[in-house]
């Protein structure tokens, strides 16, 4: 024994890209993805939310909560357990373009929330306004960095204006972004309708990932 951890390597076949086999490789050997199967988590992403939530105290009992781009629902499972959605206390309500398995506590829509419908349906959902929504939505990688952080920025921004409609005064937004240096706008489109934002980099993001969260608390209203 060295000492040393094994890492699981992954051939490039000629069905397999490099970007497919770095990307397979980083799957096999995250320690986040092992334990989330082995804790029940859908997604090792659930971890970022539990230690986000850790620091920051953004869930209680009975809260409203909408999970945008929930698939495959890691960030729902936290919310509906950290809200007692389950035992009826609470309320979550995730949306997605893509099929969701069912989970305990989560009433799930199948539709876009850029649907001009989609802030009045899942507000029925709930029963009123959100307490908080939360967003960990990516768009599909091309490989192109600036087109890459445009595309999620652009989602980010596209969530901000959804959870300015269906948030409740005091709420809370938490949204994925990339670093980049196209950030002013939407953190002063932020700070106009919070009393506090601020960035979060959880352990569970990748060390070598431009991955950020922003932390809206305190929503406005009106």
């Given at each position: 024994m060295t000492g040393r951890e094994l890492k699981t390597r992954v051939k490039t076949g000629k069905t397999r890209s490099l970007s497919s086999k770095l990307w397979l490789e980083r799957q096999l050997n995250d320690p986040y993805v092992a334990r989330a199967k082995s804790d029940g988590f859908r997604s090792r992403a659930a971890y970022k939310l539990l230690e986000i939530d850790s620091r920051h105290r953004l869930f209680k009992p009975g809260l409203r909560v909408v999970d945008?781009?929930?698939?495959p629902g890691g960030w729902s499972q936290v919310a509906a357990k950290r809200v007692g959605a389950a035992d009826g206390?609470?309320?979550?309500?995730?949306?997605?373009?893509?099929?969701?398995p069912g989970i305990s506590g989560v009433d799930f829509v199948q539709l876009d929330f850029l649907d001009r419908a989609a802030p009045d349906r899942l507000k029925a959902m709930l029963g009123g306004e959100a307490d908080m929504v939360l967003s960990d939505m990516a768009a599909n990688?091309?490989?192109h960095r600036k087109?890459?952080?445009?595309?999620?920025?652009?989602?980010?921004?596209?969530?901000?204006?959804?959870?300015a409609e269906v948030l409740a005064p005091g709420g809370v937004f938490l949204c994925k972004v990339l670093q980049g240096g196209t950030e002013a706008a939407l953190l002063a489109k932020l700070k106009r309708?919070?009393?506090?934002v601020k960035h979060v980099k959880p352990a569970a993001s990748r060390a070598d990932s431009a991955e950020l969260y922003l932390l809206a608390t305190?929503?406005?209203?009106g």
């Open positions: 945008l781009g929930a698939a206390r609470g309320k979550v309500v995730a949306i997605d373009v893509l099929d969701m990688a091309t490989g087109t890459d952080h445009i595309r999620i920025m652009a989602l980010a921004e596209a969530a901000v204006d959804f959870a309708a919070f009393k506090s305190g929503f406005r209203g």
